[in-house]
């Protein structure tokens, strides 16, 4: 292989890197701090952050950019102790008004001795209330754990350590919404919700157990930047695209099946109350 060609593939590689969305190398360089800054503390060069909740304030940030379907992951450390009341969120967001997409993580605290909660929502089209809750079945406020969202054109999956939580399908053929049109950028923050995190407002947070902590490290972005080439979000060539990612593996579906039958404490398409008859989105199946 010449000299020449030598040149011309590594530009190809490094052009493809850049068209798809390269994974970042630290905090800095990726996102920007957009609610009190000194409430966020940098760690290991960069690497890793810290999030700090006190009486005074919550905080959070946010990525420079906003991406068009692909892959998003962190390891968090989440509070440990007595959290209840508190809520640490990582999600995506269209940060548009009027017609709403949004992808959420939430992480519900607990008194000392429970569970963690996971709450994950979708806003399609401007329209959400599609909670589900699940209880996390280790401490994750012990160590690292990573949470993934992934979104392509034919789902959207929330993993937890590559367990799939929650599968939302795109049935727009079906007449369902699905989140397709919007780039989202990604959130996250460490605030008080104490009149509805934990048991539904009935605990609340003990400021004397105050200031609570979040870590986060390993940030990974892998998706269409906007701005950036026009036609990426659309090329059935970008890797989370591929035949791999359109639907759950047989031992992913397992794992997701497990997930429901054992640590699914919440699904809004079971709550008669709020829906006599539920939305045809729960029906899709996986």
């Not at 950028?185 to 003990?206: F, H, N």
């Not at 059935?236 to 035949?243: F, L, M, Y």
């Amino acid at each position: 292989m010449g000299h020449t060609t030598i040149l011309s593939l590594t530009f190809f590689i490094l052009a493809l890197v850049a068209f798809a969305g390269a994974r970042p190398a630290n905090f800095l360089q990726d996102f920007r701090i957009t609610w009190a800054g000194t409430h966020i503390k940098q760690l290991q060069g960069g690497s890793a952050i810290q999030l700090m909740l006190d009486p005074s304030s919550g905080c959070g940030f946010a990525s420079n950019k906003k991406y068009h379907y692909g892959r998003v992951s962190m390891k968090i450390k989440l509070i440990p102790g007595d959290s209840a009341g508190t809520v640490t969120a990582f999600y995506m967001n269209s940060d548009t008004d009027a017609v709403r997409d949004e992808l959420d993580f939430e992480f519900l605290g607990n008194r000392s001795g429970q569970p963690y909660t996971v709450q994950t929502n979708i806003y399609a089209h401007g329209k959400g209330d599609r909670e589900q809750r699940v209880n996390l079945w280790f401490d994750p406020a012990a160590d690292y754990h990573t949470y993934t969202i992934l979104w392509n054109h034919y789902h959207v999956v929330f993993s937890v350590d590559d367990v799939p939580i929650r599968v939302y399908k795109n049935n727009e053929g079906r007449g369902i919404p699905y989140p397709k049109v919007q780039p989202m950028g990604v959130y996250s923050t460490l605030w008080e919700g104490d009149d509805w995190a934990t048991r539904g407002g009935l605990e609340k947070i003990d400021w004397s157990k105050a200031p609570f902590y979040a870590y986060y490290k390993d940030f990974d972005i892998e998706g269409c930047a906007v701005p950036g080439p026009a036609n990426c979000a659309s090329n059935p060539n970008n890797w989370w695209e591929g035949s791999a990612y359109r639907q759950l593996s047989p031992e992913q579906a397992r794992k997701y099946r497990w997930v429901r039958a054992n640590h699914m404490i919440y699904d809004y398409c079971t709550d008669k109350p709020r829906y006599p008859v539920p939305p045809p989105e729960c029906f899709a199946g996986i």
